[in-house]
């Protein structure tokens, strides 16, 4: 009895191991991925800034071609005020071009916003691309050291997976049952130390004859309050 109880100790601290390396490979996870929503968040604000100017460029040659019309109409109608013969005609075709030239006008002005506004959005779009460059080149080093610490992680935790399997496959696949579930419900911890008479998972008081029983090693005891098995342990470890 007293052999397997050193087992289920031993079964214990290994899987203590495990969770604490799991955990510590969770958080590194948690941290890589950091790194790359950061890069993506600048990749997209990058991608956000380029459909933005695609846009500009796109409305500025619209612009331009109707500015090109509007010059075109104009001096058509110039052309056309030559063989005018009747003062009413020449008149219409004068308020016609006057019109096209207030358009011409509100056309240019646009440009010119239009204009500044590409501008803008260029000098924007080349430090964002340069602050994103710079970004994924720092995070390049950080994902590849992140990702090896993980992967020397998971390394240790399949050695001690290993070394796991080898201590159950030592102890009646029952008591492994036990021990496992016990574990699950009892958050992560299937044993308690008795000690002076009390049970240090629940810190509760064990039952003398419980207790007592402890010291003869016959047989596997638990604890009638927290339901974990009872190691004897007299000093204090
Ligand atoms: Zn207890």
Do not use: W
Not at 54 to 79: D, F, P, V, Y
Not at 141 to 156: F, G, H, T
Not at 163 to 179: I, Y
């Amino acid at each position: 009895m007293k052999k397997k109880l050193d087992m289920l100790e031993e079964l214990q601290e290994v899987d203590q191991l495990i969770d604490t390396l799991k955990a510590s490979q969770s958080g590194l996870q948690a941290e890589l991925s950091g790194i790359n929503q950061g890069v993506d968040a600048a990749r997209e604000e990058v991608e956000a800034i380029e459909a933005r100017l695609a846009q500009c460029e796109a409305e500025k040659s619209g612009m331009e071609s109707t500015h090109a019309a509007e010059l075109e109409n104009i001096s058509r109608s110039e052309t056309n005020m030559k063989e005018i013969k009747t003062n009413k005609e020449f008149q219409a075709i004068g308020r016609e071009i006057t019109a096209a030239r207030k358009q011409l006008t509100d056309i240019e002005e646009q440009l010119l916003q239009k204009i500044s506004l590409i501008e803008e959005l260029s000098s924007e779009l080349a430090a964002k691309k340069g602050r994103c460059a710079e970004l994924t080149e720092n995070s390049a080093q950080r994902i590849v050291e992140k990702q090896a610490e993980i992967d020397k992680i998971q390394s240790d935790i399949n050695a001690d997976i290993e070394r796991r399997e080898s201590v159950a496959k030592e102890m009646p696949a029952s008591l492994v049952k036990k021990f496992t579930i016990l574990r699950e419900q009892r958050r992560g911890r299937a044993l308690a130390i008795a000690r002076d008479g009390y049970c240090m998972g629940c810190n509760m008081h064990l039952p003398p004859q419980l207790y007592n029983n402890l010291y003869k090693y016959e047989e596997l005891l638990t604890c009638p309050h927290c339901q974990r098995i009872l190691i004897l342990k007299l000093q204090q470890q």
